[in-house]
């Protein structure tokens, strides 16, 4: 039997050194090679068969990216010259484009510069100036610096406030401080805590804060790319719209009856035809889009997306890039940097994926830091939901709200067709609130739980994984099928926790009207509890009781009933209000996620559970800090 003919499926070895089927065996050395390979995967297969190509294939990749790439600056300079003064902002059309292009070459231009003097980057005297040599041997330099920053921060907001005739917003000043004195309070190690690190996310937040809501560049910027994610998210209308029908799209009565009942041959005078129409359109002149079918879908279009993109390895770019900044400026490890970087794109549960291997030898710390990330901020799949959720205009609200009075009551004492109150979430907000709780989480989860041991994680030892897809369908088909699961455990969380929490808000009300008390609800009980939390925040007084409802239901339930009260209510609060609840509300901590997170790193790493379990209520609380204190930051800037 030749070589060629070798059947490397039936040789297999032994425990005790033999093979089975000896007689396919030549000599060791094609015995070896016959059991490496007898099951290769489908990838090493094509690297293979990549390696055995020929040698004028390695030059047409090369060709085809520089043909493409000149045809697309010559595609640019097109546009640039026919239709530059067509486009009203830098957000739209050809000068967003030449705009993102800008971006892309400066980076590359970056990478090629450093690969140039990338000896004279590495030299002493640059060494000197790194954030680890001055964390180590410049402390008091450090304080200084620290002093100043936070000094020059407190004398711009009192001037602001004061000098705007606003010293309300000095109350979310003090939420901030409120919140950090707590954590101190209730820190496991209080002797231990890095206090360079709870400085330096806070100051990240306050640096994005401003950016968003104070410096009208940067709120161009973010309002920019919110509108931007919000119209590349409205495209799965297109597939939702299709399968679902008008459940997805609601139904207009004075469209689709109106023209029906003119058209029909009725032997009655005109005039009563239209009595008729104005008796079928008093109540309600359309039915609104099933929620299920126009809102959730998206996150199947989104984790579409971004399985090409994990494939594409353009996802564990963008994760590794993120983690660095925080690692550099925080001063977190890189683990810690990574998982909070990637839930801010990825889930509580996928992002430890990024880091499984390491699991087993992290620090307690560290793993409160990693269940903190992910109780901190939100999935993008779920912040695509969200967004959605301002697609949708469909909800009539009484045009006043009574103080003191829960949510559950006013709802039903809404009177249809008095006002249309769309259901809008911000997407700029929601995307500045995710991401400057990734930086709170770091300094929240290092406050109350510091760093006591010696971390066995090493920058150079952290490698992105791949994707184990053979090829870009199989990864697209895959994430939608992993967005099946989500969508399938949101759907369950709703009708149960509504469910519930109408069972409840029954029995209390049955138990107030005993003793006359009508507006005993499980949310009312909530707001009273959470009123103080959402005035320290910058909430108007006002409306904090409104606002504790609903901090009390993302706490409780989950943040996704939360948002949706949120929207119907929103036209009834304060602007501030509003924005301020939104960063408050911008987190999976709430006390259902403790459960997902235990099985999720459970089934990573079984050996850890106990570690897991007695660290949950700890990240769950600085989860929840860390929203809270990023509303705070929002609060102490938005005039």
Request: one cysteine or more; a positive charge; glycine letters at 8%.
């Amino acid at each position: 039997m030749s070589n060629g003919d070798l059947p490397l499926t039936k040789v297999t070895k032994l425990g005790d050194g033999s093979y089975s089927n000896p007689e396919f065996v030549l000599d060791p050395t094609e015995a070896s090679y016959a059991v490496r390979d007898v099951t290769p995967s489908p990838k090493a297969a094509l690297e293979r068969d990549d390696e055995d190509a020929p040698r004028w294939r390695s030059f047409v990749k090369p060709i085809i990216f520089v043909a493409i790439l000149l045809a697309y600056n010559g595609y640019l300079a097109a546009g640039i010259f026919l239709t530059w003064s067509e486009a009203k902002d830098y957000c739209h059309d050809v000068k967003f484009l030449t705009v993102v292009t800008g971006v892309v070459y400066a980076y590359a231009l970056i990478k090629v510069l450093q690969l140039i003097y990338a000896r004279y980057l590495k030299s002493p005297h640059l060494r000197l100036l790194s954030h680890q040599r001055l964390r180590e041997n410049r402390r008091w330099m450090r304080a200084g610096m620290w002093t100043a920053c936070w000094t020059a921060v407190l004398a711009f907001l009192v001037y602001d406030c004061l000098s705007n005739n606003d010293p309300r917003r000095l109350i979310s000043v003090g939420g901030a401080f409120v919140l950090i004195f707590l954590g101190f309070v209730f820190s496991k190690h209080r002797r231990h805590v890095n206090w360079g690190q709870v400085m330096w996310g806070m100051m990240l937040q306050f640096i994005l804060g401003l950016a968003v809501l104070r410096w009208d560049i940067g709120r161009a910027i973010f309002t920019c790319l919110g509108d931007k994610i919000a119209t590349f998210l409205d495209y799965a209308s297109a597939g939702s719209n299709f399968v679902f029908g008008h459940l997805a799209t609601g139904i207009d009565l004075k469209q689709a009856l109106g023209v029906g009942i003119s058209g029909m041959n009725l032997t009655k005078e005109a005039n009563e035809t239209e009595i008729l129409k104005s008796q079928l359109f008093s109540t309600a002149s359309s039915i609104a889009p099933v929620f299920v079918c126009r809102a959730l879908p998206v996150i199947f279009y989104f984790s579409f997306v971004v399985s090409i993109l994990y494939y594409l390895g353009a996802m564990q770019w963008l994760v590794l890039k993120v983690g660095w900044l925080l690692q550099v400026t925080v001063g977190t490890t890189v683990c810690e940097s990574m998982t909070a970087a990637a839930n801010v794109f990825l889930g509580m549960t996928e992002a430890p994926l990024m880091i499984h291997p390491f699991l087993p030898v992290m620090t307690k710390s560290e793993l409160h830091t990693v269940m903190t990330g992910g109780f901190a901020t939100i999935a993008g799949s779920v912040m695509a939901a969200y967004i959605s959720m301002g697609m949708v205009h469909q909800v009539k609200l009484h045009p006043e709200i009574s103080v003191g009075r829960s949510l559950s009551v006013y709802h039903k004492a809404a009177v249809s067709g008095q006002r249309a109150c769309p259901v809008l979430v911000s997407a700029s907000h929601l995307l500045t609130a995710s991401i400057m709780s990734a930086p709170a989480a770091l300094a929240l989860s290092k406050l109350i739980y510091p760093e006591v041991e010696q971390s066995k994680t090493r920058a150079k030892d952290i490698k992105l994984p791949k994707s184990e897809e053979t090829n870009v369908l199989e990864a697209a088909c895959n994430g939608t099928m992993v967005a099946l699961s989500i969508l399938g455990f949101i759907v369950a969380n709703l009708i149960g926790f509504l469910a519930f929490l109408a069972f409840l808000n029954g029995t209390l009300l049955w138990l107030g009207r005993i003793v006359n008390v009508e507006f005993l609800t499980f949310e009312w009980l909530l707001g009273q509890v959470f009123r103080p939390l959402a005035y320290i925040m910058g909430v108007p007084w006002h409306d904090c009781s409104v606002v504790g409802e609903l901090l009390g239901i993302k706490t409780f339930a989950n943040e996704f009933i939360a948002y949706a009260q949120l929207g119907k209510i929103k036209s009834q609060l304060e602007e501030r209000s509003v924005v301020i609840a939104t960063y408050a509300l911008c987190g999976f901590s709430n006390i259902g996620s403790v459960g997902i997170v235990l099985g999720g790193l459970g089934a990573l790493c079984p050996k850890r559970k106990a570690d897991y379990s007695s660290i949950a209520f700890r990240a769950l609380c600085a989860g929840s800090a860390a929203c809270f204190m990023t509303a705070c930051i929002a609060g102490s800037l938005i005039q």
